[in-house]
């Protein structure tokens, strides 16, 4: 999901959407030098991603699956957390599009009539507590309602949050601090106090209510903020992140990990097969991950596109983002319709019999056990090449019909490269370095 720009001002407009698959299982990897928490990401089952983008961004790493959303209808990657004392599980979309973490939250007292797990519940936790309003981590770190009281006399003045992504929609509530549980594979409990979120309790628009959204009780940020997930814990596990976003097409769905700390996924930093591009910052926009976008090429011939569009201008506007929590990639008008004629130029299997909403490209595979497309390729600042498979950038969105999964946006909004067009890479964030390292090494299927 993406919030607009810029993403973190109170004032920003949404820009880009978010999707992610569930986490679950939190495994604490030792070795002699550092330790990682390895958190795994799990993909449900398969299903068609919707075509509407959805907008929101010092111990050991921590490594743990992550869940896909594809058997609630969703085209996200999820994260398992368990908070409270006892702790609640909830399902949250990993996002690195935005910075808040936020869950559903229920003040019932009597919570019979309450689906099970469908919030989560404040006064059935012993360790749940608001910031107050007049608190400095309330008055610097969150974005504010228009009207925000606060009287700092007041003992219970809490601190209040509202936070808008791109299309609309929003999550209100109170900015709060909480105890994590994270399991380790010795069995071992962490735990994680102060832990700073979102607890909403208003949340409207498509893209938090909507079949992308189902089947979660939250945002699991993973933002450039000090809000976010991969903030919060970098300060104890190191100021880096990785994951592995595997095929969720494939039955059983294999396990994909997100891991927070220094040495992850078996010191694959340290591989040549890793290549790295610089990560940009957009001051307009400090939450997102950008990366420069040199040239596009489709069967190894360069499209002749004007290199200002993958570029952020003086206004912050432009500038292509990495985001997990957006399914479809999504490309800037001018640079998606050259690409659209080069990839219409050269496939030559038949349409469907009908068209399918919100795709300019789709093809009847019927017959043909194996189909070929064109290959499609990126040059990266950094000398660095991109090359996906063709089954993350044409994808089965009926039996036997395959649609181009890339979408246009209007110029200025800025370019997206969603999850699907990850699958199947190891992508790391190396905050202290400002690079994204990818390679297909120990995240592919073979």
């Given amino acids: ?3 607009s720009l810029p993403l973190l001002s109170p004032t920003a407009t949404t820009m880009f959407t978010v999707s992610l698959r569930s986490l679950s299982l939190l495994l604490l990897i030792a070795t002699a030098a550092t330790e990682y928490l390895k958190l795994p990401l799990l993909h449900k089952t398969h299903h068609t991603p919707s075509t509407t983008p959805l907008y929101l961004s010092h111990l050991h790493n921590l490594k743990s699956p992550i869940t896909s959303g594809a058997s609630s209808g969703s085209g996200q990657y999820f994260v398992s957390l368990h908070l409270g004392s006892p702790p609640q599980h909830l399902l949250l979309v990993a996002d690195t599009g935005s910075d808040l973490i936020w869950v559903a939250c229920s003040a019932c007292r009597d919570c019979s ?5 469908s919030a989560f519940l404040t006064r059935h936790s012993a360790s749940f507590s608001p910031h107050h309003c007049f608190h400095s981590t309330c008055q610097r770190l969150v974005p504010h309602p228009r009207h925000n009281p606060c009287n700092h006399t007041l003992l219970h003045s809490p601190c209040r949050y509202e936070y808008e992504y791109s299309d609309g929609s929003i999550t209100e509530g109170f900015f709060s601090k909480e105890l994590v549980t994270l399991n380790s594979s010795s069995g071992k409990q ?67 990990f997100l891991v927070i700390g220094d040495h992850q996924n078996d010191d694959v ?30 069967d190894d011939v360069k499209l002749r596109i004007n290199p200002a569009v993958w570029s952020i201008d003086e206004m912050g506007n432009g500038g292509t983002v990495i985001d997990s929590g957006t399914t479809l990639t999504l490309f800037e008008e001018s640079a998606y ?51 996906p498979p063709q089954r ?33 890479f190891l992508f790391e964030f190396d905050r202290d370095k400002s690079r994204l390292g990818f390679t297909r090494h120990s995240c592919a299927l073979p």
């Fill in 1 to 3: 999901m993406l919030r």
């Fill in 113 to 117: 009539l309450r689906s099970p797990g």
């Fill in 190 to 256: 962490i735990l994680l106090k102060d832990f700073h979120f979102g607890c909403g309790f208003h949340i409207a628009g498509p893209s938090l209510t909507g079949g992308s959204f189902n089947g979660a009780h939250g945002v699991l940020g993973l933002g450039r903020g000090p809000i976010s997930f991969s903030s919060q814990l970098g300060r104890r596990f190191g100021n880096k992140f990785s994951y592995c976003l595997m095929d969720y097409t494939v039955s059983p769905p294999p396990t994909s």
């Fill in 269 to 298: 930093s340290t591989s040549p097969k890793m290549s790295f591009t610089p990560l940009l910052l957009n001051p307009q926009s400090p939450t997102f991950y950008y990366i420069g976008i040199k040239s596009v090429y489709v």
């Fill in 337 to 387: 319709r050259k690409i659209l004629t080069a990839f219409k130029r050269r496939v030559k299997l038949p349409s469907p019999a009908e068209s399918v909403l919100g795709f300019d490209l789709c093809v009847n595979v019927s017959g043909v056990s194996r189909p070929s497309f064109p290959k499609l390729s990126f040059e990266l600042a950094g000398k660095s090449v991109f090359r």
């Fill in 392 to 424: 993350n950038y044409f994808i089965e969105t009926s039996d036997q019909v395959k649609c181009l999964a890339i979408q246009p946006v209007n110029p200025g909004s800025g370019s997206v490269i969603g999850n699907l067009m990850q699958q199947g």
